[in-house]
């Protein structure tokens, strides 16, 4: 499935040509609470654009990510791949090397498939998948480059960050150059800057997009006047923070979408997160039991639109993973379709079917594996009796059914040893502290979201 923290399809071209391939803008939010948005029901925070877009679009109301932390989630994300299958299962960096670390150079990207039949490609924001320069996005499909490679920094410019991994990085076929950090004022914006100008540069023809926002991963910065936007009532300090972050995040995506519409032709805009709410940003999952790096569905379940110009407004229940959304694009764009994990979400999407997709869903982060068939959600984790859930009668996941289920349990757990059958070994870990961790997360006695927020 896929990881991943928000994200936005949307296609535009300068010149009406009713054949041409929609172009793909991916809008990935960064470690953001799935009830955080107005659309998802959110309580104080203000996002206006995404909730215009969720009206004219489909929401999807059970979107998952493949991974509930970053780096391996945009690693599913942007190969339509399980990332176990190449090694990319743990965080980045890791115990991995410089040299090593990052999204196996063997394996194409949708940039790559999407280049192949055309498209100009360019990715805004984070990157997270490799620190050496043999990872950069422009060896792996994309033309153009503007952001950082690590996976977070300082949303205000900071002489600390000059020739380090967060440093604002622009390259592309005419060279390769750094923002001075005394020109950056808020990432955030500059991030929707950078895409405005892609797509107004690259308007006659087919392109995909991946604006990757860091909002509202920490630190915790926002702009004053956005913070001054934040309703009463809003709290604590961290939270209000999280909430001026968010409003930024919102404007940042209604310029882009923006553009898109200007250009006047057949659009899809799809908007995700990377992975659930962090313990440490303020964010909040609303009914969602965990957060980010559990596998309960606060950790890996995210918010999620579709949106076609031409397309059909309401929302799509049956779960959903980014996966799938990889394979319908690269559908509707023409490109090679070879070893995707998805299936084509178009029935789905354009007919409002009432079935759901064939297929499992599959997680796996070291110690910690997890299944979902139907309403069934099995979580195996390591030294412990499995976890057995009914999603319907339980989305919260408070009742334990394996004691009562022990055939589907068995079942359930033998289906998932054949997914692993296909995998490969971690090609990296993030050592013992965060294994530990990770099992602490999947423990029944942590109840409640001041529980959850004590395990980073």
Same mark, same amino acid.
Not at 173 to 178: E, I, K, L, N, Q
């Given at each position: 499935m896929l990881a991943i923290p928000v994200l936005a399809i949307v296609a535009v071209a300068g010149e009406a040509d009713d054949d041409a391939p929609p172009s793909i803008v991916i809008l990935l939010a960064d470690d953001a609470g799935w009830a955080d948005f107005g659309f998802q029901g959110g309580d104080g925070f203000e996002t206006p654009?995404?909730?215009?877009?969720?009206?004219?679009?489909?929401?999807? %109301?059970?979107?998952?990510?493949?991974?509930?932390?970053?780096?391996?989630?945009?690693?599913?994300? $942007?190969?339509?791949?399980?990332?176990?299958?190449?090694?990319? %299962?743990?965080? $980045?960096?890791?115990?991995?090397?410089?040299?090593?670390?990052g999204l196996p150079l063997e394996e194409r990207t949708i940039a790559d498939r999407l280049q192949a039949v055309g498209y100009v490609t360019g990715l805004m924001g984070k990157w997270h998948l490799g620190l050496d320069d043999v990872f950069l996005p422009t060896h792996r499909g994309f033309d153009e480059f503007r952001g950082l490679r690590a996976g977070s920094r300082s949303y205000f410019g900071s002489d600390k960050l000059e020739g380090s991994d967060r440093a604002w990085e622009r390259i592309d076929?005419?060279?390769?150059?750094?923002t001075p950090e005394s020109e950056i004022t808020y990432v955030t914006d500059l991030i929707a800057d950078e895409s405005v100008d892609f797509i107004r540069r690259h308007a006659g023809r087919p392109f995909l997009l991946v604006a990757s926002f860091t909002a509202p991963h920490t630190p915790m910065h926002a702009l004053p006047e956005d913070l001054e936007a934040v309703p009463d009532g809003v709290g604590p300090d961290r939270r209000r923070t999280c909430a001026a972050m968010t409003i930024a995040l919102d404007r940042a995506c209604g310029r882009i979408v923006e553009a898109l519409d200007a250009g006047g032709r057949d659009s899809i805009v799809i908007f995700l997160g990377d992975n659930g709410g962090a313990t440490n940003n303020g964010s909040d999952n609303g009914p969602l039991r965990g957060m980010k790096g559990s596998h309960f569905e606060g950790g890996i379940r995210v918010p999620g639109?579709?949106?076609?110009?031409?397309?059909?407004?309401?929302?799509?229940?049956?779960?959903?993973?980014? $996966?799938?959304?990889?394979?319908?694009?690269? %559908?509707?764009?023409?490109?090679?379709? %070879?070893?995707?994990?998805?299936?084509?979400?178009?029935?789905?999407?354009?007919?409002d079917r009432t079935?759901?997709?064939?297929?499992?869903?599959?997680?796996r982060r070291g110690p910690v594996a997890t299944i979902r068939d139907g309403d069934l959600k099995a979580i195996r984790v390591e030294g412990r009796q499995t976890l057995l859930f009914d999603l319907e009668q339980d989305p919260g996941e408070t009742r334990d059914l394996s004691g009562e289920r022990p055939g589907r349990v068995v079942s359930l757990l033998a289906r998932l040893a054949a997914w692993e059958r296909e995998l490969s070994d971690p090609e990296w870990t993030t050592g013992q502290r965060w294994r530990n961790n990770l099992l602490r997360k999947h423990d029944q006695s942590v109840i409640g979201r001041e529980a959850e927020r004590r395990l980073p």
């Open positions: 654009a995404l909730d215009r877009l969720a009206s004219e679009g489909l929401v999807l %109301e059970a979107c998952y990510v493949t991974a509930s932390v970053c780096s391996p989630s945009r690693a599913g994300l $942007l190969t339509g791949r399980h990332q176990q299958r190449f090694g990319h %299962e743990y965080n $980045l960096p890791g115990t991995a090397p410089r040299s090593t670390g076929a005419d060279g390769h150059r750094t639109i579709w949106r076609s110009r031409d397309g059909r407004s309401g929302r799509i229940p049956q779960p959903v993973s980014v $996966l799938d959304i990889d394979a319908t694009i690269l %559908e509707i764009a023409g490109a090679d379709l %070879e070893g995707l994990d998805g299936v084509d979400l178009r029935p789905w999407i354009s007919e079935d759901r997709p064939r297929r499992l869903l599959h997680w």
